[in-house]
């Protein structure tokens, strides 16, 4: 079945750092992709998305796209800050499967001033 | 714009009872699904309502309801409560179902503890 993988957390970088979260998929079909953010106590908010390959995604200074040909959608930001710090998930959706998404783990970014 | 609204926040239950959580989508969005997010099992889907009809199912055993209403809110019914069952519950809302274009816009959640 189809799955996503993320690499695990969590990840603490100091201010300005640059990001990567990487996510690689299995999906039988054409699938969209999508970055989810999830601050404590809060529920997911949809960071970037992505429909077809080579398909760049883009939001707030983060940045994925999609690789078919290496099935991978990784997350980057060139200068994270204090506020990003929350838990990120990789996501997909299959054609054929409605509105399911099937997410990753979820990985934790925690910066540091 | 209003955003997903699900009620009530947090929820304390024991075990053996059930609980209804509700969920009232973004004016517009006829598609809602629902999530499980444990810290174990990460989030897991639960099931999709398009149109009153539900259109997909989750792996969860049949303890485990949901229904839509003609405005499109929906309602999740968990009965014979476990305390495995105690997770944040998500609910999502979009235009269509399936549609990767028009992605889902979640909730807050519904915290559900089971004692």
């Known amino acids: 079945g189809d799955s996503v993988t993320q690499m695990e957390g969590p990840v603490t970088l100091s201010e300005e750092a640059f990001l990567t979260i990487n996510c690689t998929y299995t999906?039988?079909?054409?699938?969209?992709l999508f970055w989810y953010v999830q601050y404590p106590g809060e529920g997911l908010q949809l960071l970037l998305k992505?429909?077809?390959?080579?398909d760049k995604g883009s939001n707030k200074g983060f940045e994925a796209t999609y690789r078919k040909e290496t099935t991978s959608f990784h997350l980057e930001k060139g200068s994270v800050q204090v506020s990003d710090s929350a838990v990120y998930f990789c996501a997909l959706s299959d054609q054929g499967q409605g509105g399911k998404l099937i997410f990753g783990q979820g990985t934790e970014l925690s910066v540091k001033p | 714009k209003a955003g997903v609204t699900q009620t009530p926040r947090y929820l304390i239950k024991t075990r053996g009872q059930q609980v209804t959580l509700s969920c009232s989508p973004i004016s517009g969005h006829r598609s809602v699904s629902w999530y499980q997010q444990t810290p174990g099992q990460g989030l897991q889907f639960l099931f999709e309502y398009f149109s009153e009809t539900q259109r997909n199912k989750g792996n969860f055993p049949g303890r485990f309801s949901g229904r839509q209403f003609s405005n499109s809110r929906s309602e999740m019914n968990v009965s014979t409560l476990e305390l495995g069952d105690s997770a944040l519950y998500l609910c999502?809302?979009?235009?269509?179902?399936?549609?990767?274009?028009?992605?889902?816009?979640f909730g807050d959640g519904t915290r559900l503890s089971i004692l």
């Open positions: 999502a809302s979009s235009l269509e179902p399936g549609r990767g274009d028009q992605p889902q816009h």
């Open positions: 999906a039988t079909g054409y699938p969209s």
């Open positions: 992505a429909t077809k390959a080579d």
